[in-house]
């Protein structure tokens, strides 16, 4: 039987994803589904926060999620976005999304080569007379506000999309070999969805050490998990094909 794996994110829109060459080396089925879903906040909702986006000379992204979001709804707020804004984003992939939206130009967007918010922070930190706007999820947590303040940098956050659980249907089929999450929201969609879940033999890989504690609090056993040497999801569960004493997955013989 093929190993199957269940990936809970979107599918890779390049052929070359290392996802894809992985189920080639291996023979693995690899099944892209999401656990959670990310869902639009009409301005009303907005409104009711009592935030003013134009007060802000500099705005703070963590995800593409956050650049659609936030530039959709000052759209619909009709909310002018003034020219010599600055943006400040966790990591290049995120930074050269804003291209999207507007004309990217270096002295005006920021990012750590490392793609770590610590390095962010600093990066922020050389321009401590910036007013900071954070979009966030509703499923956020206060780790970049509590650094901000840590780090003494006028800032504000709010809400400007959900992050819902995204419902497996009756008859959709879950007979996976293997789990993996990126957030704790997706651990929480998985106990609601499945709340007599038995993890038995189901190897369960988790990407973020939130996502890790969340997995843990609902009792499950976290199989993967990065390392130093061992950064990316593909390679974690490489590395545990090659080397867990349980596996029976082996290299597809050329």
Known sequence: MTPKILISQPKPQTAKSPYFELAEKYGLEMVFRPFIKIEPMAAKDFRQQKVSIPGHTAVVFTSRHGIDHFFNLVKELRVVIKSDMKYFCKSEQVALYIQKYVQYRKRKVFFPETGMIDDLI?????????????????????????????????????????????????????????????????????????????????????????????????????????????????????????????????????
Request: glycine content about 2%.
């Open 122 to 254: 600093q990066i922020m930190k050389k321009h401590p007379d910036e007013n900071y706007f954070v979009p966030q999820s509703s499923a956020h947590n206060d780790d970049l506000k509590n650094k901000l303040d840590e780090a003494e940098l006028q800032h504000d956050e709010a809400v400007m999309y959900y992050t819902v659980s995204n419902d497996f249907t009756p008859d959709e089929p879950f007979d996976y070999n293997m789990l993996v999450f990126f957030s704790p929201e997706g651990i929480n969609s998985l106990v609601k969805n499945f709340p007599d879940f038995q993890q038995d033999d189901i190897a369960i890989a988790c990407l973020g050490q939130k996502t890790i504690e969340a997995a843990e609090e609902a009792g499950l056993r976290v199989d993967m998990k990065p390392t130093p040497t061992l950064r990316s999801v593909p390679a974690i569960i490489e590395d545990f094909i090659k080397n867990h004493k349980k596996s029976e997955i082996k290299p597809k013989k050329k």
